[in-house]
């Protein structure tokens, strides 16, 4: 298990650690990833690979990084670089059932999906506003997109098609739009015209005006929402806040508030881990990692039982480790939601804690197929313009010939002219 905090010594690079204990100290020594030309705005682990490192850079490139088993030196060199974005990249996602397959949008307002292993860009959306949300549905079949514009974008990725879009919430501050699992709902959140935090739900097929709303408070920070797919709790906070409040879906489409947890620390930023880390023999339901000025804490969500046996009803299958689709499956069309495993101890081996690098693999094979159709189309009107050239050069020389013939015949024409005055 990996996290990362910004280095004290630099904006550009980040240090790496591992564990699973409640508090984190910045150490001077851990390594740094020192890639990047420019600050890091964003980075996302691959859902099937623990060792491989997605990073998006205010230079406008995103990184692949493999992470080593035995992570003692600074990382320069990246295994992958995607260029292609513009302006700085905002946020970046990998997709949650199609492996190697990954979201990014920018401040040239633009959504792109990358296959990653081909380095190839293979959509291109103009999302029209700078970004402030990004989130995959479960099956990968939309984006969401939330924006500076006040509007939330659902878009079809591989059409290159924004297919809805919901002017939210009034309130002019950033909002974000995720997916609620395979409910068939969405989550939005922003500020009220009158400048208070809410949620909204709704429906993904009906989506004129929203299920519920629900307010939240009048504090100023962006809400930052968590939804565990498995449970449908969302765990809610803010940047710059120590309160992570605790939701339940309820039947009506309502988000239900269950109980919070109060800290007089400030998170710089959180994030959720997967249930793949937690430590189900303490029916630990959910586990966040609180960045602050100093160290980061680890925050475990407890559900007290009185046994130590396994509790079916608070660890319900989770996503696995394991992909459902290759890029090319999904690319062509194919969907899939996540695969599902087991939680309950040793009853899988988990393929994402293997070390697995990645890399470059060569063109594709449409691609290559591509390449050798315009070389021989290259060949054939090299071939087309040497004939072209030879037939002009022969025709030059009939035209001179001619000209020559001309000129004789006028000058005989003159001579006989002056013959017959005479």
Same mark, same amino acid.
């Given at each position: 298990f990996f996290f990362f905090f910004q280095a004290e010594d630099g904006i550009r690079d980040f240090c790496l650690s591992r564990g699973l204990g409640d508090v984190y100290k910045r150490q001077v020594q851990i390594p740094l990833i020192r890639g990047h030309a420019g600050p890091i705005h964003d980075l996302d682990f691959n859902p099937f690979n623990d060792y491989v490192l997605? @990073?998006?850079?205010?230079?406008? @490139?995103?990184?692949?990084?493999?992470?080593?088993?035995? +992570?003692?030196?600074?990382?320069?060199?990246?295994?992958?670089?995607? @260029?292609?974005?513009?302006?700085?990249?905002?946020?970046?996602?990998?997709?949650?059932?199609a492996e190697n397959v990954l979201a990014s949008v920018s401040y040239d307002e633009t959504l792109r999906i990358w296959d990653v292993v081909k380095q190839e860009q293979r959509s291109q959306i103009n999302i029209k506003e700078t970004p402030y949300g990004l989130d995959w549905s479960l099956d990968g079949k939309l984006v969401a997109t939330a924006s500076r514009d006040k509007v939330c974008k659902l878009i079809d990725p591989r059409a290159n098609q924004i297919v809805h879009s919901?002017?939210?919430?009034?309130?002019?501050k950033s909002q974000k739009f995720i997916f609620l699992g395979t409910t068939g709902y969405g989550l939005s959140c922003g500020f009220s015209k009158t400048f208070e935090r809410e949620l909204k739900v709704w429906d993904l097929n009906k989506l004129d005006t929203p299920v519920s709303v629900t307010s939240v408070d009048s504090a100023a920070g962006a809400l930052l929402p968590f939804f565990d797919e498995d449970t449908g709790c969302l765990y809610l906070t803010s940047?710059?806040?120590?309160?992570?409040?605790? +939701?339940?879906?309820?039947?009506?489409?309502?988000f239900h508030l269950n109980g919070d947890y109060r800290s007089n620390v400030p998170g710089r930023a959180y994030g959720f881990l997967p249930k793949t880390s937690l430590d189900v023999s303490k029916h630990e339901i959910a586990r966040f990692l609180k960045l602050t000025d100093n160290y980061i804490e680890s925050i475990r969500i407890i559900c007290p039982r009185k046994s130590d046996d396994f509790q079916e009803d608070l660890f319900p299958e989770a996503r696995s480790e394991e992909p459902a689709l290759t890029a090319d499956e999904w690319f062509s069309g194919r969907d899939e939601l996540p695969k599902r495993r087991s939680l309950r101890p040793g009853a899988h081996t988990a393929a994402g804690g293997q070390v697995r690098a990645i890399k470059a693999s060569g063109p594709s094979q449409e691609l290559q197929e591509r390449i050798e159709k315009l070389t021989a189309l290259v060949g054939d009107l090299e071939t087309t313009v040497n004939n072209l050239q030879g037939q002009v050069g022969e025709r030059d020389q009939v035209i001179q010939e001619l000209r020559a013939q001309i000129q004789q015949l006028q000058t005989e024409n003159d001579t006989l002219k002056a013959q017959g005055s005479q």
């Open positions: 997605a @990073t998006g850079s205010e230079d406008t @490139t995103i990184k692949i990084w493999n992470i080593p088993e035995e +992570y003692t030196q600074d990382l320069n060199e990246p295994a992958i670089t995607l @260029t292609g974005h513009q302006k700085k990249i905002g946020l970046i996602q990998f997709h949650p059932s919901i002017s939210a919430h009034e309130g002019p940047k710059g806040e120590g309160l992570i409040r605790f +939701y339940e879906l309820t039947d009506e489409k309502k």
